[in-house]
């Protein structure tokens, strides 16, 4: 079992450019979301999925959209990289009766 | 803003026992008290949840007083790689729907050899 798999580890993007950040999971849990975390904070969430074709915004979204297709996949895309997503982005699964299971990061850099 | 507040940072010696507080005074009847800590810049790792009773596992014990505003997370035998910071998070169970966890600062935990 991979857990949580997150794509690419590192980006540079330029300013006004868009992408997407990949997150799969092998576990079947039917909960995701997504976080970002700012340089010495905590995280804050930006997206989250209770379940194949359902999402919800978090208390960061703006700037970013989310889609679940699938079980497995939840990607995050960027719409227009501005200065201020720079940051470490963070995916996680969960399932009831356990806790969420994060990936390793992305570390996003936007000049 | 965070539901908890936990030091900002502590100290233990290798193989000692850590035990890390947080104070959850206006916690929810439906909210459990979940531990998670991130070592270095790694993703978080979960550790343990609980609603209202004592609860272990294979890397912590959790304490919850009987009044449910603190807790306090026990790892029994603190080695080098339990340097990390600890989160203390409240929030209704994962089984209720999509859990919001919001991570305020957390207490950095640094074993000493």
């Known amino acids: 079992n991979a857990g949580v798999t997150q794509t690419p580890k590192f980006q540079v993007l330029k300013t006004g450019q868009s992408m997407t950040l990949q997150c799969a999971q092998d576990?079947?849990?039917?909960?995701m979301s997504w976080y970002r975390q700012d340089p010495g904070m905590g995280l804050r969430l930006i997206h989250y999925?209770?379940?194949?074709?359902?999402?919800d915004q978090g208390e960061v979204p703006n700037g970013y959209n989310v889609s679940r297709s699938t079980t497995e996949d939840f990607p995050l895309r960027l719409l227009s990289a501005a200065p201020s997503q720079t940051s470490v982005y963070f995916c996680?699964?969960?399932?009831?009766?356990?806790?969420?299971?994060f990936g390793s990061g992305t570390r996003l850099t936007v000049v | 803003d965070a539901k908890t507040t936990q030091p900002p940072s502590m100290d233990c010696a290798e193989g000692r026992a850590a035990n890390l507080p947080c104070n959850h005074s206006?916690?929810?009847?439906?909210?459990?008290v979940y531990w998670y800590r991130q070592i270095h810049s790694q993703g978080p790792q979960y550790i343990i949840h609980?609603?209202?009773n004592n609860e272990t596992n294979e890397m912590a014990s959790l304490i919850i007083t009987e009044d449910r505003k603190s807790s306090t997370l026990i790892l029994p035998h603190a080695t080098l790689r339990d340097t990390a910071v600890y989160y203390c998070?409240?929030?209704?169970?994962?089984?209720?729907?999509?859990?919001?966890?919001?991570f305020g600062q957390g207490t950095r935990l640094t074993i000493n050899p």
């Open positions: 996680a699964a969960g399932r009831g009766d356990y806790g969420y299971t």
């Open positions: 576990m079947n849990h039917e909960y």
């Open positions: 999925s209770v379940g194949a074709g359902i999402t």
């Open positions: 206006t916690i929810s009847g439906n909210e459990y």
């Open positions: 609980g609603l209202k």
């Open positions: 998070i409240v929030s209704p169970p994962l089984i209720q729907g999509a859990q919001k966890l919001v």
